[in-house]
């Protein structure tokens, strides 16, 4: 009924920046909170941060200061830009969204495929 498509991952070195996009396609009628997630090799999978329909927004304290996550509800989009990023950001990062859809307008914990970021020198 509704799928997540990350892009805007790729190989950068220390400092550099990337800026992730999801977009949330499918008969949605409204998308209540988006959010980024990672996992790196080894680890489990972790918040980044999370945005609500009305903006609000909750970031890890690892990213504070240097990701910034936004979203587009009208093109159902989310963004994370990543700045100052460290070795230690390089990951799989998934885009999430709860999600109401469908004619009967079931809610969805969506997870997309992911996007790998490295950050290597």
């Known amino acids: 009924q509704v799928q997540l498509v990350e892009s805007g991952g790729g190989l950068v070195q220390p400092g550099e920046s990337l800026r992730l996009s999801c977009v949330a396609s499918?008969?949605?009628?409204?998308?209540?909170?988006m959010g980024w997630y990672r996992q790196a090799s080894g680890k489990q999978r972790e918040l980044v941060a999370r945005?609500?329909?009305?903006?609000?927004?909750d970031y890890a304290d690892f990213v504070k200061g240097r990701f910034t996550i936004s979203r587009d509800n009208a093109k159902n989009t989310a963004f994370l830009q990543m700045n100052s990023l460290k070795p230690e950001d390089t990951a799989v990062y998934y885009c999430?969204?709860?999600?109401?859809?469908?004619?009967?307008?079931?809610?969805?914990?969506?997870w997309g495929q992911g996007t790998q970021v490295t950050v290597s020198s």
């Open positions: 499918g008969t949605i009628f409204s998308i209540s909170v």
């Open positions: 945005i609500t329909s009305g903006a609000v927004t």
């Open positions: 999430n969204a709860i999600i109401e859809a469908g004619p009967a307008r079931r809610v969805y914990n969506s």
